[in-house]
């Protein structure tokens, strides 16, 4: 009871006291928690990060650290595949927070517990989060290279499972909006489509626990990014037309595809449509809206320039931003 509360306290700090507390658990592991099984906190840790709820989650990652450390001690490769895992949490997180630099020391983390533990979905995972990274930093021909590698080595494993074929088609959305963002129109579309065929073997709505949650409609979903990243709002609109958030089984995919939506309408010139799916994606999950920069910065900008349209004013209400 006295740890809950803990936790409470310090999820309720705010997001530098937060951070910095992850920082210090990055720069020298925490003494293991003894808080219970690894397996059943990450599942919580998991739908922590499907609610949206960064906060709670920020707070709950040093003891994960510290006890992902204490378990791979035992160089086991389930238990160092875990810790892998752990970090790639981790680096989910701050890169929508917008925090690079830390996401960046994370990913590089998991990847290399992932190489220890020879897991080729544990590399897989972290060799995404770290291309996510350095796509944001501007290094896209790198991440490029990065997913490429990661891909094929899932690849080879012959694509036997379900999880083995969720995370080939992950590896694929992520070349396809990587390859995309650096302006590569062709390997995108083609990208796209290979996952879209890939993801026919999955069924419509992906198992809990899968580390790569993939469907159908995600990859569609993908494919909004996708047009987006490529200037094309027009056709991200019309990617995106026929998905519905029943779809999509936790909080931050429904608010993703509103997000996502979002950033097509406002690059159409759409103000009240923007403003209208920035509303369903706060509904869906607040911490999406609130808490990822691009976002923020529509939100901003819909305040500034378009402070009377319709959705705005309730936007920046449930938001705290104020136009200037």
Known sequence: MRRRTLLAATAAAGPVALMT???EALADTPAPTGAGPLDARMAAARALYDKGAHSRLLAA????????????????????ARLSSVYSLAAAVLTKLGSYGQARLTADRARTWAEVSG???????????????LRHQDRSAEAQRLVTTAASAVEATGLHTDASVSAYAQMLCTLAYTAAR???????LSMTEEARRAARRLP??????????????A???YAVGVHWALGDAGAALEAGQNLRPAQ??????????STDMARAWWAWGRPEQTA??????????????????AIRSIVDELAQRHPTTTGVRELRAVTGRQGR
């Open 276 to 293: 209208r799916a920035l509303l369903d994606a706060y509904r869906a999950s607040p911490g999406e809206v609130r808490d990822r920069p």
């Open 182 to 188: 650096g302006g590569h129109r062709a390997e995108a």
């Open 204 to 217: 419509a709505a992906a198992p809990p626990g899968r580390l790569f949650p993939i469907s159908p409609a």
């Open 219 to 221: 990859v569609d979903l």
């Open 119 to 133: 897991s080729p979905l544990a590399s897989a995972a972290a060799a995404r989060e770290l291309a996510i990274v």
């Open 248 to 257: 999509f089984p936790t909080a931050e995919r429904k608010a993703r595809m």
């Open 61 to 80: 990652l040093p003891g994960l650290i510290a006890d992902g450390h204490a378990a791979a001690s035992s160089r086991r490769e389930l238990d160092q």
């Open 21 to 23: 507390r992850l920082d």
